[in-house]
């Protein structure tokens, strides 16, 4: 060990006189390291950090299913998640919850929007956290007819109170309902934020929630999810099958309602990051790549800097230093590059993902904060460990192969060179392989980008604002709702600049409609087949409004009311899967399952996207928001005047009518297309910068060998230029050596390529994972750059003077 420090001091002496070659080596490695920590990190957070709940390895995620449309995700009804609640064994817990937004109001403050979430009994036991004050809702509180109770989040706790202890004996006034506060959760707790971009600001019960309190006893009506604490000894597959054979048995006993529905459970933590699971692996993969062609690069270096010291190695054999002392001594000075470059590394990947924290999709960050924990920390580690090794035994091979005697013969010391450049030439070989890997998935992305671009959402996007809004019940009912909604539109339609406003519920962009089941009068169905389409109220002027094409027949109308002869109109993919080669203005349908109302389809407009462009247009039903009101909805307007003065005209005109309501935050069309598609755009940009980075390494690497080749050449190539060869034959002569290394990297690359395709298969749209304008394209870029890397240092070396190169040593 004494011996070791000793070397250790020797090392860093050496490394002192050579800064330029110190530098350049740890810049490399702790851009690599500093990626890698980074890119961990983001995979610490979505797969293998805990959620922050106790047990939270026990907890789950319980949702329904639409058998009918291929397993496809849906609500639970409360009266099934109840049985499932007292049957399912392999629950110590089940509970549901369905997330609203509320109004809260109190004299002498605006009202204010949050983010609610209305739970039944054993939630809270569920998530497994104590109240900081108080205590949570109890079995009384989520009786149908029970006392109204509401627990606060920390964050709503000291923006409206204060941070007041004495909170308990305070009234909250929510949706026009007074509900007393009973607790307050710690700091931090924000379960379950799922499906929402706004952190959870209190909980009260679904017994008090107005649209959840008309489906009490209902099992048609879908709207919950479920979470679960697995009893223990309990496998997340054990609860998956008996909850599915619970679900079967009330399909036999309840047909009418449930042939087509059952249940999954699943991993809460699986649940919230399997949309970005495999694109956060697939990044992991790709900075990897990185840190190997960044590893490769310091190689060369690590190879140039020991063919310099031959004479220094030469000696200290001479004088009794054997192999091992010699490794002893690279290890060494590996090692102080390599934990050099990964405490830059750390640093660099610690500041980026402060910065990263801030460009990451809602589907990333809504799982958990991105950080360096002590899982990134043990990963640099492990890759400072590694890197050390490969620092430290790259060169060793050209340190054992110096010769005292091969040196004292040749001044030029090229007793090893032809075996590093060799070995130089191996390493530009695989650093242009990986290179290529890189560029062949960013390019994949890339192409798959281009044609989302190009996809039509069905609607015109530019100038749309959207603000969404409830209106509370027991103030507001079916009767009371449409003269308000009326007024509202007749007031925002008269102010200046706005062109065209409507109603629609739900919104539209990154917005599923609501699943209906459907029939067709005179086409009996049995339950286990029956038809479902989504579906979607809306005001007279949507069409126009969103710029939807009209494709037959009409929009609705003010004249459209309830004492009208109901309407629907419908979508292309609608009519193509239910009324196939007909006529269809004039038929008539049913809207949930068991109505006796006919209504008449008076309009077919074209498929719009509503989910993202990314997302299959879905058949679609639109009702007259006049004859089926819903006291959620969003104000669309078209208008080229500013989102912020959109909003405040909204805002403006909704106060004029009820001060107790308010909005929350606007958005356009345009913002919510992008967010459709955040997560795919996110991939292709960290992927390409991987790529653009890695040829950027991959050029210095062939830079670096081409210039060090010349110089080894410098008088083979003096006497080619005095024999008569042209100077153009020199440069053809080093880009050839170039070029045959490049092809080979490329052999490589192309087969790793094809494999690589078959990974990214499911995250392109629109495009083959054998592209063949990507296969084509991105080899001769790859190509084009490593003759560029390759031509100047060969131009330079054909301007040297024949006289000058011959007598040089």
């Not at 007041?164 to 509900?179: A, C, I």
């Not at 070989?429 to 044609?451: K, N, P």
């Not at 969103?546 to 004492?563: E, I, M, N, V, Y």
């Not at 989102?643 to 935050?665: C, F, H, I, N, W």
């Amino acid at each position: 060990m004494p011996s070791f420090f000793q070397d250790l001091r020797h090392g860093a002496r050496s490394l002192r006189r050579s800064p330029g070659f110190t530098l350049a080596t740890v810049l490399a490695l702790a851009f690599g390291i500093g990626a890698n920590t980074l890119l961990f990190s983001v995979v610490s957070a979505l797969l293998l950090r805990p959620l922050p709940l106790p047990r939270a390895e026990r907890i789950v995620s319980v949702w329904g299913k639409d058998l009918q449309n291929e397993g496809e995700q849906a609500g639970l009804s409360r009266l099934d998640a109840e049985d499932l609640r007292q049957k399912v064994k392999s629950f110590e817990a089940f509970a549901t919850f369905s997330v609203s937004g509320v109004t809260l109001t109190a004299p002498h403050q605006e009202p204010e929007r949050v983010e609610g979430t209305m739970v039944s009994q054993d939630f809270f036991r569920v998530a497994g956290v104590a109240p900081l004050l108080g205590r949570v809702l109890t079995e009384e509180e989520h009786l149908l007819n029970g006392p109204r109770a509401v627990v606060l989040s920390h964050a709503l706790w000291k923006q409206r109170f204060a941070a007041d202890p004495r909170v308990l004996e305070r009234m909250l006034e929510m949706d026009g309902q007074s509900y007393q506060v009973v607790g307050v959760m710690p700091e931090g707790f924000d379960f379950p934020r799922e499906d929402t971009s706004e952190p959870v600001a209190l909980w009260t019960s679904l017994a008090a929630e107005g649209f959840i309190r008309d489906s009490w006893d209902s099992r048609g009506t879908h709207m919950l999810t479920g979470v679960a604490l697995l009893a223990a000894g309990t496998t997340v597959e054990q609860a998956d099958s008996e909850t599915r054979t619970v679900m079967a048995a009330l399909t036999q006993a309840y047909p009418d309602s449930n042939a087509r529905t059952s249940a999954s459970v699943e991993s809460l933590q699986v649940r919230l990051s399997k949309d970005t699971r495999k694109p956060a692996l697939l990044l992991l993969g790709a900075v990897s790549l990185l840190l190997l062609i960044a590893c490769v690069n310091v190689a060369q270096l690590l190879l140039a800097r020991a063919m310099a010291r031959q004479q220094e190695f030469a000696v200290r054999a001479a004088l009794g230093a054997g192999r091992g002392a010699l490794a002893r001594q690279l290890l060494a000075e590996g090692s102080l590059l390599a934990v050099a470059g990964g405490a830059a590394g750390l640093l660099l990947g610690a500041w980026g993902t402060d910065v990263l924290s801030t460009l990451l999709p809602e589907s990333v960050r809504q799982v958990q904060a991105v950080r360096v924990d002590g899982r990134a920390l043990l990963y640099t580690a492990g890759l400072v460990m590694a890197v050390a090794l490969m620092c430290g035994l790259a060169p060793l091979g050209t340190a054992a192969k110096a010769s005292l005697g091969g040196l004292l013969q040749s001044t030029r010391g090229t007793s090893a060179s032809k075996s590093a450049l060799r070995w130089r030439a191996v390493l530009v070989s695989t650093q242009v392989a990986l290179a290529l890997m890189l560029l062949v998935g960013a390019g994949l992305l890339v192409r798959s980008a281009q044609q989302l671009a190009e996809v039509d959402p069905g609607y015109r996007a530019e100038d749309v604002t959207l603000l969404r809004f409830n209106l509370p019940s027991p103030r507001y009912t079916s009767e009371t709702m449409v003269p308000f909604y009326q007024r509202l539109l007749e007031q925002v339609r008269a102010r200046p600049g706005v062109e065209f406003a409507a109603l629609m519920t739900p919104g539209v962009a990154i917005t599923s409609g609501i699943s209906l089941t459907m029939e067709i009068p005179g086409r009996p169905t049995p339950p286990s087949e029956r038809l479902s389409t989504s579906y979607r109220a809306m005001s007279d002027g949507a069409v126009a409004t969103l710029g939807l094409a009209l494709k037959q027949g009409r929009d609705f109308t003010p004249q459209d009311t309830k004492s009208s002869l109901p309407v629907v109109i419908v979508n292309e993919s609608f009519a193509r899967r239910f009324f196939p080669g007909e006529e269809l203005l004039g038929k008539r349908v049913r809207i949930g399952y068991g109505e006796s109302i006919d209504r008449e389809v008076v309009g077919v407009v074209g498929d719009m996207r509503a989910r993202g462009l990314d997302k299959a247009a879905e058949p679609e039903l639109y009702a007259p928001l006049s004859q089926t009101p819903w006291p959620f909805t969003s104000m669309i307007v078209r208008s080229p005047l500013p989102m912020a003065s959109v909003s405040a005209l909204v805002k403006a005109e909704l106060a004029q009518l009820d001060s107790g309501l308010s909005t929350r935050p606007p958005t356009t069309l345009e913002q919510n297309l992008e967010a459709s598609v955040a997560n795919r755009s996110f991939q292709r940009v960290l992927l390409l910068s991987f790529a653009v980075s890695a040829v950027a390494l991959a050029s210095l690497g062939i830079y670096g060998l081409m210039a060090y080749s010349v110089a080894q050449r410098r008088r083979e190539l003096g006497i080619r230029l005095a024999l008569g060869a042209l100077p153009s034959d020199v440069v053809r002569l080093v880009m050839n050596q170039a070029l045959r290394m490049c092809v080979v990297g490329l052999g490589v690359g192309l087969v790793l390529s094809l494999a690589l395709s078959r990974v990214l298969e499911g995250m392109l749209y629109g495009v083959s994972a054998l592209d063949p304008v990507t296969f084509l394209s991105v080899p001769l870029l790859l190509l084009a750059v490593v003759a560029l890397a390759s031509w100047l240092p060969a131009r330079r070396a054909s301007r040297v003077s024949p006289g000058v190169a011959m007598t040089t040593d």
